[in-house]
């Protein structure tokens, strides 16, 4: 068997996206219409680790930049300036125009979060900005609308989105493709030193990428939910998280025809890596759905078909606790392993009540050094039987359902 290549969907630094800091309508009390996102021409000056700018328009590692004061004057939620919120709302409440908590039904959606994402909040103490134009940049547009956070997003227009420049997701926000279709081509997303993000029901397309992830998860990233997302026809990995980020959750969502799945971690100096991986459909998603390398990550309930060479690894110290899932290959092959023969550096891995196809090979490594994922965060499991089959390739991916008013 010829050797998978783990190193070679790894994925270079990439440009981000820099804009002008632009106005955004808090919570209504009726559906938006319109929203001016402000002109948010793409500049592809700074690169993917540095975390740099802070949602305010500043450069944040700039020891001559402007110290940035935050103004809410007594608003108990919404934008503070800063790229922060002037306060935190309760579950299913969001922000209003005057600064108060309201009944918010869309924000019922982070009560859905699990796994080491399970605190996430997204946009919910911002305000929420409708995208009305499919322009790359400009008046309505969806990078006009990320331009400051928090922030929670929504589309009154449906259709295909061609990104001129990465997008850059900032720290609390919420991109929320309820009750529209909208497919994002031409760029990564990109997330770098963002903190407490959702990204719900949307879909991505490769087609036109160059070789990268579709979603590029960099710096010190924390709390990142990715969440009923279609990825597809990507000449790289679906997703990446380098070593620095960590708290993520990717759940019913659906990979297909990708070079790799998800590769999580880039060494043994990812240890501190935690990422949660349930419910979610890869098909042809090329390998390594996922592949780990120094990070801790808990796969479980998710239906994995028609990989090249090897389903899921982990290797550099990488901890994989695999967990009632199914592998179904039709020309057999390595379901699970740690890849040690051929490895400078072995992982280790635990399979527990895995369900696999004829020929399927299921390779456990000292699963003792296996982390349990019970000691981090409540869960519960389905049986890896037809039934799960049928629920994940109903509902993982993109969603046609209304947006909540």
Same mark, same amino acid.
């Given at each position: ?15 981000? #996206? ?7 309508? @808090? ?5 938006? !219409?319109? %929203? *001016? /996102? ?118 009154? #227009? ?7 420049? @990465? ?5 609390? !926000?919420? %991109? *929320? /493709? ?118 801790? #990550? ?17 290797? *550099? ?89």
């Amino acid at each position: 068997m010829a050797r998978p290549n783990p190193t070679g969907p790894r994925i270079a630094l990439l440009t981000l #996206v820099v804009w002008a800091t632009a106005t955004c309508t @808090p919570f209504p009390t009726a559906p938006l !219409t319109e %929203v *001016d /996102g402000g002109d948010t021409g793409a500049d592809s000056a700074d690169t993917a680790d540095n975390g740099d700018t802070d949602g305010a328009g500043r450069d944040a590692d700039d020891p001559d930049a402007a110290e940035c004061v935050p103004v809410c004057d007594g608003a108990r939620c919404g934008p503070d300036g800063c790229g922060n919120a002037c306060g935190t709302c309760g579950a299913g409440e969001g922000c209003a125009d005057d600064g108060a908590c309201t009944p918010a039904p869309w924000a019922m959606l982070v009560e859905d979060a699990v796994g080491f994402s399970g605190a996430v909040t997204g946009g919910t103490d911002g305000g929420l900005c409708t995208v009305t134009s499919l322009e790359d940049s400009g008046v309505g547009s969806l990078r006009g609308c990320l331009s400051r956070p928090p922030v929670w997003v929504r589309f009154a #227009v449906a259709g295909r989105i061609g990104l001129i420049a @990465p997008l850059r997701i900032p720290s609390h !926000t919420t %991109v *929320d /493709g309820r009750g529209q279709r909208v497919i994002l081509a031409g760029q990564p997303l990109l997330l770098a030193s963002a903190d407490n993000v959702i990204l719900h029901n949307l879909t991505l397309d490769g087609t036109t990428y160059p070789e990268t992830a579709g979603i590029h998860i960099g710096g010190t990233s924390r709390g990142v939910w990715l969440h009923h997302l279609s990825v597809s026809r990507f000449k790289g990995a679906g997703l990446v998280v380098e070593d620095q980020a960590s708290e993520v959750t990717l759940a019913w969502s659906f990979f297909t025809d990708l070079d790799a799945g998800a590769l999580l971690g880039q060494s043994a100096d990812g240890s501190d890596v935690r990422v949660t991986v349930h419910h979610n459909l890869f098909r042809a998603a090329g390998g390594f759905a996922p592949g780990v390398r120094g990070a801790r #990550v808990h796969l479980f309930n998710n239906v994995i078909e028609s990989w090249d060479q090897v389903a899921a690894a982990s290797f *550099d110290e990488g901890q994989l606790h695999s967990e009632r899932n199914l592998f179904q290959n039709a020309d057999g092959g390595l379901a699970l392993t740690t890849m040690h023969r051929d490895e400078p550096q072995e992982g280790y891995t635990r399979s527990v009540e895995d369900a696999a196809g004829p020929s399927v090979v299921i390779e456990q490594n000292r699963p003792e050094l296996v982390f349990q994922p019970s000691d981090s965060y409540p869960y519960s499991v389905e049986e890896p039987d037809d039934a799960l089959r049928t629920a994940v390739n109903r509902g993982a991916g993109y969603r046609d359902e209304a947006f909540p008013e």
